[in-house]
């Protein structure tokens, strides 16, 4: 099994910044891709950077430039480093990985996310 922990959230000034910290624990899995989602009051769940063995794909037009993603796969780590924070910015964060796990026997390719973590940002 595998899980997601995410850290770092919390609530900071518009122009201010701010790092999360996703780390992939358990056993029996291996880790193809690692990313951010996140999702604003009343909106839906977007995606935000994915990392594939060192590609990185951003989603978000307004986002680049202020936010970063950087994956240690070694440790099956991901950090988003997010600065120049808006109000618009406000939302649950959340971990993302697509992995092969071992379920039984054999492997399976799943998506998995973690809990979230809250990121406010004040005007």
């Known amino acids: 099994q595998m899980q997601l922990v995410e850290s770092g959230g919390g609530v900071v000034q518009a122009g201010g910044s701010l790092r999360l910290s996703c780390a992939a624990s358990?056993?029996?899995?291996?880790?193809?891709?690692m990313g951010w989602s996140r999702q604003a009051p009343g909106k839906e769940r977007e995606l935000v950077a994915v990392?594939?063995?060192?590609?990185?794909?951003e989603y978000i037009e307004s986002l680049k430039g202020r936010f970063t993603i950087s994956r240690d796969g070694a440790k099956n780590t991901v950090d988003l480093q997010m600065s120049n924070l808006t109000p618009e910015d406000t939302a649950v964060y959340y971990c993302?990985?697509?992995?092969?796990?071992?379920?039984?026997?054999?492997?399976?390719?799943?998506?998995?996310w973690g809990q979230g973590t809250q990121v406010t940002v004040s005007s």
């Open positions: 358990g056993s029996g899995f291996s880790i193809n891709a």
């Open positions: 990392d594939s063995d060192g590609e990185t794909e």
């Open positions: 993302y990985a697509n992995a092969r796990i071992k379920e039984g026997s054999w492997f399976f390719v799943r998506d998995v």
